[in-house]
């Protein structure tokens, strides 16, 4: 695990993701083990996908990485 993936361990994303792990690492983003927080302890486990920050500047990549996202929250 790299120092910012160690930085992210722990670590409130989006107001509501709690990181809990690094599942994998790819050419595009790097996949975390994470939990939804919410009111009166409410958690559930998710999977949290983050752009390397490489690509965050690229505007192909970063239109591939938000496709991908608009696919994957189709799924059930």
């Known amino acids: 695990m790299s120092t910012s ?3 992210l361990v722990g670590q409130l994303l ?3 993701y ?10 595009m983003g790097a996949v975390y083990l994470a939990r939804t927080e919410g009111a009166r302890g409410f958690s559930k486990p998710v999977v ?5 920050p490489m690509w965050g500047d690229d505007d192909e990549i ?3 990485f938000a496709r991908e996202a608009r696919i ?5």
């Open 5 to 7: 993936d160690a930085s």
């Open 14 to 16: 989006l107001g509501r």
């Open 18 to 27: 709690r990181i809990l792990r690094r599942l994998a690492l790819g050419g």
């Open 48 to 52: 949290v996908k983050r752009i390397l």
């Open 62 to 64: 970063t239109s591939l």
């Open 72 to 76: 994957l929250s189709q799924l059930q």
